[in-house]
């Protein structure tokens, strides 16, 4: 159509004819526009991480540096309290917990960053519903620190932990409901906090105590009550204490080990089972999900 | 409705309210102190470029972020094709393309996954997305380096990039904000080329912002905007033949005692910008004889000009765009201005 107002536009002819495409025509919100927006903001995460082969191997030095350093270093001093496993066993969930939860963060932060380079603002002006943007961004980020997890999964045969294939089904599942649950924190988060400095300081002063509370590194009993408080408070403890328990159920060990190793967490005296610990992380997940999107869809 | 318009172009236009592209009514957006935008209207009707010019600061940007609904106005009415931004954002939003000042790409990926990206959210059917991804990469001379990272690109390439993507949609209506801002004088003016040629080959409607003079040529209309209302809105012809005069500009050893003498004698203001003497007047260069033979400053150089668009905008704000942007603010904003245009 050609403009109806009277002036003169500067000349230059049109160089290409309207080209054979027949008319786009953006289609009215529907459950299938919101799936496809959530397919794609997943991929782009994959296809950063994939870009990203740096980051796949400087967030595997921190779990070796646990595993094989502080576990090594550490296991004569605690040999009188293992009876007997190895200390590098002992750690290895809390390991591969950290592994996720650092990389899950790390995802979140992404977030922070399309900020900052204002690509979050396409997404934000596409005619999706905004959970659906939100629900992408944390499946990416639970993917890919599922990836991460794989790869420390990996390392299972080096600290004595069978590579037996239900026992790497369970801690697969359990430990993709802790990289959602953590991606969706750190999304929760980076809803609030613009800036990538600010972010970064927060989620450090989260994740270390998240995890040094967790049990990663100690049995869960017999600790002295502010201690015992604060590990029931954590989340990140209702992923160690399954994945340690699933781990020990392929191991041959003593009862006595058993009992001093992995006694299982306790709400006032009672055994918190396996499925429900699991519950636990994934619906501190939903309400860190629920918190995300009702931000991102308020926000002008 | 037309108190903010001393040129009058809001009211002749007002007739085609009903099948207005984009229609304004009362628009204002505050941020806590700072009215950034104080109660604009304006229509423009369908297939029309047409332009906000103002300097840093006016309220441009904002204005645009209320008419694609991503800032909700403190008060006021608009629709973009037919739709209300208030109470049918997702309506609106499915109808326009948008190129923000600031990029908005992911420079990570390859320039064909930025458009994929953008037909995924938008829904565009599946077997379209390639063929009309071809066609509006080929129209920005970018289809041979899709594949590249766009973290490869010069800042023309991703600003040709982004308005390829803003059109992946076929929007009804494009926004572009400071399309040219920050490029050289070449890729500024194959800019322009590809708007030309995208206005002859689509049914669109083009709303962009600049606050280069000269780049408010290519519009068929445009409001002036400056501190948060518009000035005047009309064609640039128009604009330019309301100014009624030349531009004499002046460079003499005593500056200060020629706009004096210039006010004694001929009762005409004249005043200094960027190191010369400035002012206006009917049938310039008749004009000069007699400033030669009644000025006693010695005067080195003198230069006539016919009006341009920084006369419109002097003449109704009566200060040049420059000098609105240096004293627009702070240095803050004057540094981020500075380091915008830098890039
Ligand atoms: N998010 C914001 N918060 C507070 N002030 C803002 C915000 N956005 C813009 N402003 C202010 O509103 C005014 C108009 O800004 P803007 O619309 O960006 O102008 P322009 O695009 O014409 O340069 C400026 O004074 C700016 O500082
Ligand atoms: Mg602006």
């Known amino acids: 159509m050609v403009a109806s107002t009277a002036t003169s536009e500067p000349t230059r002819p049109a160089a290409g004819a309207p080209l054979p495409v027949p008319a786009v025509h953006v289609p009215a919100s529907s459950l299938r526009g919101d799936l496809r927006a959530v397919k794609i903001v997943w991929e782009r995460e994959l296809i950063r991480f994939s870009k990203d082969k740096l980051r796949m191997i400087t967030s595997l030095v921190q779990p070796f540096l646990f595993l094989f350093v502080l576990g090594t270093g550490l296991s004569r001093l605690a040999s009188a309290g293992t009876h007997g496993v190895d200390l590098r066993t002992f750690v290895y969930p809390g390991v591969l917990c950290m592994a996720v939860l650092f990389t899950a963060m790390f995802s979140a932060a992404s977030l922070v960053w399309d900020r900052e380079f204002g690509f979050l603002r396409e997404m934000m002006v596409a005619p999706v519903r905004r959970s659906s943007l939100v629900l992408g961004k944390c499946f990416g980020g639970a993917t890919v620190a599922c990836f991460q997890g794989i790869l420390v999964l990996c390392l299972a045969g080096l600290v004595g932990v069978p590579y037996a294939p239900v026992l790497l089904l369970e801690i697969f599942v359990l430990q993709l409901v802790l990289a959602f649950t953590i991606t969706a924190f750190g999304v929760m988060v980076a809803a609030r906090i613009k800036q990538i400095q600010s972010f970064m300081a927060v989620t450090q002063m989260v994740m270390m105590p998240m995890y040094f509370l967790s049990g990663a590194i100690f049995p869960v009993s017999g600790l002295p009550q502010w201690l015992t408080i604060l590990n029931r408070l954590d989340p990140m403890t209702y992923a160690v204490d399954p994945m340690r328990r699933l781990v020990f159920n392929h191991l041959n060990i003593s009862a006595a080990a058993r009992r001093a190793l992995d006694p299982g967490v306790t709400w006032w005296g009672w055994h918190v089972p396996t499925l429900l610990e699991a519950g636990v992380v994934a619906a501190i997940g939903m309400i860190c999900l629920a918190v995300a999107i009702v931000e991102f869809s308020g926000r002008e | ?343």
Not at chain 2, 10 to 22: F, G, R, Y
Request: aromatic share 6%; hydrophobic share 40%; proline share 3%.
């Open chain 2, 1 to 343: 409705m037309s108190e903010h318009a001393p040129g009058g172009g809001l009211v002749a236009h007002a007739t085609a309210a009903a099948a207005a592209s984009i229609s304004v009514h009362g628009l204002t957006k505050r941020y806590g102190e700072v009215e950034a935008v104080r109660g604009i209207d304006f229509e423009v009707a369908p297939g029309e470029i047409f332009g906000f010019l103002g300097p840093n600061g006016a309220g441009k940007s904002t204005t645009i972020a209320m008419l694609c609904t991503l800032v909700k106005p403190t008060s006021g009415s608009a629709t973009v094709a037919g739709f209300d931004v208030n109470h049918q954002r997702d309506s609106v939003r499915r109808n326009i393309g948008l190129v923000f000042q600031d990029t908005t790409l992911d420079t990570y990926l390859t320039a064909e996954q930025n458009m994929r990206l953008h037909a995924e959210l938008y829904g565009v059917e599946r077997e379209l997305v390639e063929p009309r991804m071809r066609q509006v990469l080929e129209m920005v001379d970018l289809w041979e380096r899709r594949r590249s990272a766009v973290a490869t690109f010069s800042g023309g390439m991703k600003r040709r990039l982004e308005i390829a993507r803003g059109l992946m949609h076929s929007p009804r209506v494009l926004f572009l904000d400071e399309p040219t801002v920050g490029l050289d004088p070449q890729t500024r003016s194959s800019i322009w080329t590809y708007i030309q040629e995208l206005k002859a080959a689509e049914d669109i409607t083009i709303f962009l912002t600049t606050h280069y003079m000269d780049e408010a040529e290519y519009c068929q209309r445009i409001a002036i905007m400056d501190k948060g209302v518009i000035v005047v809105l009309d064609t640039p012809d128009a604009l330019k033949a309301s100014v009624g005069h030349d531009r004499v500009t002046l460079e003499t050893d005593d500056d200060a005692a020629a706009i004096a003498a210039i006010a004694e004698r001929f009762q005409i203001t004249a005043h200094l910008s960027e190191g010369a003497v400035i002012f206006g007047v009917a049938s310039g260069e008749y004009f000069v004889p007699r400033l030669f033979a009644e000025l006693d400053v010695p005067i080195r150089c003198v230069s006539v000009s016919r009006p341009s668009l920084d006369d419109v905008f002097m003449s109704y704000t009566g200060t040049t765009i420059r000098d609105a942007e240096a004293s627009a603010g702070d240095q803050r904003r004057a540094a981020t201005a500075a380091f915008r245009r830098s890039r």
